[in-house]
């Protein structure tokens, strides 16, 4: 076993307060911090405490770290990815693609000569990246798209004059029609559209009108950071989620979702493939985004915990990763899993115990356990486990 060092992304939307309080650095912090990232990936991996990154140590080891099932169902790499997201402002909206569409994607680019780290890079590597957030605290996202009946009632109700070429699109061909129609707007189409639409919602948050109010509040709001942005009129047909803590969404490819405030622990597929769709001044791929998104309209469902091993597991329909919520008390509980595992310590302090090994985990810290390591773990505390799903 060993602890790890954990880097920092430090975006503008990120929290002066959430991670700086949990890994214990003065709080408020000078500037944003975003995501703790624990794992492997090769653009930021964690680095064990005997000093070596976690992605050569899995490369000099990956049998004796992975197991051999996680090798031979994904190469010599760990294939999960561990963070701590905190959003003070709105992410971006954005999709991710399946693995063949990564594989497509990825291989025309490198044969087109594109380099891995241009600002229009698409594809940045050859893998999906599905993912789950279970919210620390209270947390608003928008999630793949909302039934299109109520998506033209949503539009309609604001009665704007700009928006009907919108609504003829969608009540004709459904989603598939409407987002490239929005996204191929010009930029001063664009402009007055959302200058407009922020207006009329607006005036709906205003009146305190119940219909439709916290879908109309972010979309005012999303206006005066991103004004001409058509994210601003897509976030009107998606749906959006408050999470409790303690509660989750899964992210399956081409779901269209953008996080909105709060914070989490995010587990994901080890993949930076993401797919941008507005509400953001990076670079929008249209036509790689329309071939990856999917444009099925439903309701997106909370997900609850169920009693697993070791705790509450946040069951997900994916082999690359495995979730689970150890309360721990003053008894030692068993987590020992077959795959590799990544431990990351919210509340309390944990102590692991593995053979003669003892680790000790204070809030804020994180370690890696090999596949199959016999390891133990006494609180009080909670911990966040990660590990593979592989059956």
């Not at 909206?93 to 569409?101: I, Y």
């Not at 919210?346 to 390591?373: C, I, N, R």
């Amino acid at each position: 076993m060993w602890q790890l060092q954990n880097a920092v992304r430090h975006y503008s939307w990120g929290s002066h307060t959430v991670i700086p309080e949990l890994i214990g650095l003065p709080s408020p912090a000078d500037r944003p911090h975003a995501e703790l990232w624990m794992g492997a990936h090769p653009d930021e991996p964690s680095v064990r405490s005997d000093g070596v990154p976690l992605d050569k140590a899995i490369a000099s080891e990956p049998e004796v770290l992975l197991g051999r099932e996680v090798v031979e169902r994904f190469g010599a790499r760990l294939p999960f990815l561990m963070k701590v997201l905190a959003a003070d402002q709105p992410l971006s909206l954005q999709a991710h693609p399946t693995n063949e569409q990564a594989e497509a994607g990825f291989a025309a680019e490198e044969a087109a000569g594109v380099p891995r780290d241009d600002s229009t890079r698409t594809f940045k590597d050859p893998f999906h990246k599905p993912e789950i957030l279970v919210a620390l605290t209270p947390f608003e996202a928008l999630c793949g798209f909302r039934p299109v009946e109520k998506s033209l009632h949503c539009l309609a109700k604001l009665q704007v004059p700009e928006l009907k070429p919108t609504i003829a699109a969608l009540a004709r061909g459904g989603l598939r029609a409407a987002i490239p129609q929005l996204l191929a707007l010009s930029p001063e189409h664009r402009e007055v559209l959302v200058r407009e639409v922020a207006q009329a919602a607006a005036g709906f948050v205003a009146a305190h009108d119940p219909e439709f109010i916290n879908t109309y509040r972010w979309a005012a709001s999303l206006a005066e950071t991103y004004p001409g942005d058509p994210g601003v009129v897509i976030s009107l047909m998606c749906n959006h989620l408050k999470l409790a803590p303690g509660e989750a969404v899964f992210m399956p490819a081409g779901n269209l979702h953008a996080y909105l405030s709060g914070a989490g622990v995010e587990v994901m597929a080890s993949s930076d493939n993401v797919l941008r769709g507005g509400l953001t001044a990076k670079h929008v791929d249209l036509a790689a985004l329309i071939e990856v998104l999917d444009f099925t309209d439903a309701q997106v469902p909370v997900l609850h915990p169920v009693l697993g091993p070791g705790g509450l597991r946040y069951p997900v329909p994916v082999e690359d990763f495995d979730l689970t919520r150890c309360q721990l008390d003053e008894q030692a509980g068993t987590l020992t899993t077959r795959g590799p595992q990544l431990l990351l310590c919210t509340e309390g302090t944990a102590v692991l115990t593995s053979a003669d090994e003892e680790l000790t985990l204070a809030k804020g810290s994180s370690a890696f356990v090999p596949a199959g390591t016999p390891v133990t773990a006494r609180g009080p505390a909670v911990l966040y486990r990660s590990t593979t799903n592989v059956a």
